[in-house]
């Protein structure tokens, strides 16, 4: 029996393949959960079992946007420390997050997976690296809440084993013990990672920072993800105090100590990488260790200016990331594409850092293969994963700009007409399909609030 089909014809299309193939008007069929054909003009003519047709006048298709690097828990405490920089920040909330239950967690989740998902996010990351003893199943509440929305999704199972009586930011009440750590990851691992073509959730090795964890975490961890054939994600050179603790500690910068943990390769990526001066970036690019980029939480932050310009003309593989809703309270993605354009051009590139359709390959292709899923996502190519974005480009926010993807990367964030992913609509007109939006807002106040007060009972 052949796939039902989806058909949207009539509109701009982006494939964001490697020749950044575009049609000012064409169609993508879609069978099933893959992508059939993608071209200009209309879809062709006696395709069986079409279930739904869309027409996609004054609208632009492009691959779903891959979230890179993300806190889901962190939406319960958005809006606090405001004026801080990472390390006051983070001594600021740890007594906090370290109140987080799996009911607070769950909650969190489709907070952040919502607003992300209903702003065109197709695949997500959830970096979860808290872990308080008798929280209940915090990654398996995750995963759920990924499952529900309908997000394709990578949980990146976090660790800290090094608190603040060994040196590290984290109270020690925040922490897991080394052999803890290592066993719960490799259960994750074992009850949900698939590494099928289309799988839905994948999991990775994820020790949280060099300041937060032991230097043997960080191998041991190494050692365990490549057993387990499964990709490994830290953060890594966000701030000037990082690279101080390093050197410190370590005798050393964070790439340098990253190398001498095995934590350099094709199979690993890091969130920000700020502080990256010539060799780490050659480093990089020489072992294909990837980036999360995440613009808006580093000036929230103000860690400063990524040197993506840089990364990518050395072959550097560079995504996009959110990152903690309590550094980005915005909670989006497509807003990043806008925000790292402009802040690259800050930097010392100035108006040649980024165009708009590098920003849009950050955020699809490549933010694919940080993800390791180049061969499934991230550009509309037939055989691909359905995983796509139909924007509404024909509204008073970009009706007067003639090229579509500068519409997306430049104008105000764009309405989300349709989004599939892997096949299936997960939103249509702006809302989620498969979860009601202000349940959400409410169960997320309400947790929020909560957690607030135990953190204030302690």
């Known amino acids: 029996m052949s796939a039902e089909r989806i058909v949207i014809e009539n509109c701009a299309v982006a494939t964001v393949d490697a020749e950044d193939t575009e049609y000012a008007s064409g169609h993508v ?34 691959p779903g946007l891959v979230n890179t690097h993300h806190h889901f828990y962190q939406w319960l405490t958005r809006g606090l420390a405001q004026d801080s920089n990472l390390f006051d920040w983070l001594v600021a909330l740890y007594p906090t997050w370290a109140r987080i239950d799996e009911e607070m967690v769950h909650a969190a989740a489709r907070g952040s997976l919502g607003m992300m ?7 997500a990351m959830d970096h979860h690296y808290v872990f308080p003893r008798g929280a209940g199943d915090l990654s398996g509440a995750v995963v759920r809440a990924a499952s529900e929305i309908g997000a394709r999704f990578t949980l990146a199972r976090g660790s800290m084993d090094r608190g603040k009586s060994d040196g590290g930011l984290p109270p020690d009440f925040a922490v897991e013990t080394l052999e803890g750590a290592l066993a719960a990851t490799e259960e994750t691992i ?20 060099p300041f937060s964890v032991s230097t043997e975490l960080l191998r041991q961890g190494a050692e365990l993800a490549r057993r387990k054939g499964v990709r490994l994600h830290t953060h890594g050179s966000e701030t000037v105090e990082e690279e101080k603790f390093c050197h410190e500690l370590f005798g050393m910068g964070p790439t340098a100590y990253f190398e001498t943990t095995g934590w350099l390769g094709e199979d690993v990526w890091m969130a ?29 932050l103000a860690a400063g200016i990524a040197r993506v310009p840089d990364m990518l003309a050395a072959g550097v593989p560079v995504g996009l990331g959110v990152d903690g809703t309590a550094s980005n309270e915005s909670g989006e993605l497509h ?8 802040v690259n051009r800050l ?26 899923r180049a061969g499934q996502i991230g550009s509309l190519e037939p055989g691909k994963l359905a995983d796509l974005v139909l924007w509404k480009l024909d509204g008073i926010g970009h009706s007067s700009i003639a090229d579509p993807v500068a519409a997306l990367v430049l104008g105000p964030p764009a309405p989300v007409a349709l989004s599939l992913v892997n096949g299936r609509p997960v939103v249509e007109h702006g809302r989620l399909l498969g979860a009601d939006e202000d349940e959400i807002a409410r169960s997320t106040r309400d947790q929020a609030r909560r957690l607030a007060r135990l953190a204030a009972e302690h």
């Open 335 to 342: 807003t990043e594409l806008r925000n790292a354009l402009l």
């Open 190 to 209: 074992d009850r949900h990672h698939d590494a099928s073509f289309d799988a839905m959730t994948q999991i990775a090795v994820a020790p949280c920072s």
């Open 272 to 300: 920000h990488c700020v502080h990256m001066n010539d060799e780490d970036i050659a480093a990089f690019a020489r072992t294909g260790t990837g980036v999360a980029h995440c613009p808006s939480s580093n000036a929230r």
């Open 29 to 62: 069929v879609v069978a099933g959960n893959r992508i059939e054909s993608v071209g200009a003009g209309p879809a062709p003519a006696g395709l069986g079992d079409v279930v739904r047709r869309v027409d996609g006048t004054g609208h632009l298709v492009t």
């Open 347 to 372: 930097g010392p590139h100035r108006e040649r850092a980024l165009n708009v359709r590098q920003a849009l390959r950050l955020g699809t292709a490549g933010g694919a293969r940080v993800l390791g």
């Open 117 to 123: 998902v209903r702003g065109g996010v197709t695949t």
